[in-house]
């Protein structure tokens, strides 16, 4: 990926350009660079993007009246050792817990496998004609059983104040009996050239 953005809003400017040419803007971009990405729902400001940082892009497009949801996160530059260790440990989650994602199974026991995680928000939410739909898969929300054909975006993360960042990895994923992916996330984290680093 190459990009002439500078800085947070440029880049959400050239991700809302694109988003148009295919459908309609869901929601405002989340483009988020180092300690911003540690804000669920930061809004893009003049924060320069520069090498070594980690970069989060949260955006949702409509298609039909549908809509999508899907948070990626890259390494601009290079990634750093910490950055790599943060984001295996929410990608080798993701995959632990997609599998999970069959009709009559119950969301407690999903919960129960990402309890180390200590997000600050839901393991999944539905998906449709809204970007946010009931029901959500939470342990502040009613337990349920999940029925085949529901769509959700999963969106495992990991935030540390420590380290000055946040990873998250969200797609839609599809409930049946081989739960189906809609949206591919990349085994090692991303590195994402920009042409003035």
């Known amino acids: 990926m190459l990009s002439y953005a ?8 050239e991700i809302k350009k694109r988003i148009i040419d295919y459908g309609s803007i869901a929601f405002e971009p989340i ?46 530059g ?9 984001y295996e440990k929410v990608y080798d989650k993701f995959f632990e817990i997609r ?22 928000h839901a393991l999944a939410h539905s998906i449709g004609l809204e970007v946010h739909e009931e029901p959500v898969i939470s342990e502040k929300r009613k337990q349920f059983k999940l029925k085949r054909n529901m769509v959700f ?18 797609t ?10 809609l949206t591919k996330i990349q085994e090692e984290i991303p590195i994402v050239e920009i042409w003035h680093s």
């Open 99 to 120: 599998k999970l994602f069959i009709p009559g199974i119950n969301t407690k026991e999903i919960l129960e496998r990402v309890r180390e995680l200590k997000m600050p």
């Open 78 to 86: 290079y990634a750093t050792k910490n950055a790599k260790v943060l």
């Open 31 to 76: 483009v988020a660079v180092g300690k911003n990405s540690l804000q669920v729902h930061h809004k893009p400001e003049n924060r320069k993007i520069s090498k070594g940082k980690i970069l989060l892009v949260d955006l949702g497009l409509s298609y039909k009246n549908y809509c999508c949801d899907i948070t990626k996160c890259f390494a601009v």
């Open 6 to 13: 500078k800085t947070e809003l440029a880049l959400a400017k």
């Open 153 to 170: 975006a999963l969106e495992p993360a990991l935030y540390s104040k420590k380290l000055g960042f946040g990873i998250r990895l969200e």
């Open 172 to 181: 839609e994923i599809v409930v049946r009996k081989k739960p189906k992916i």
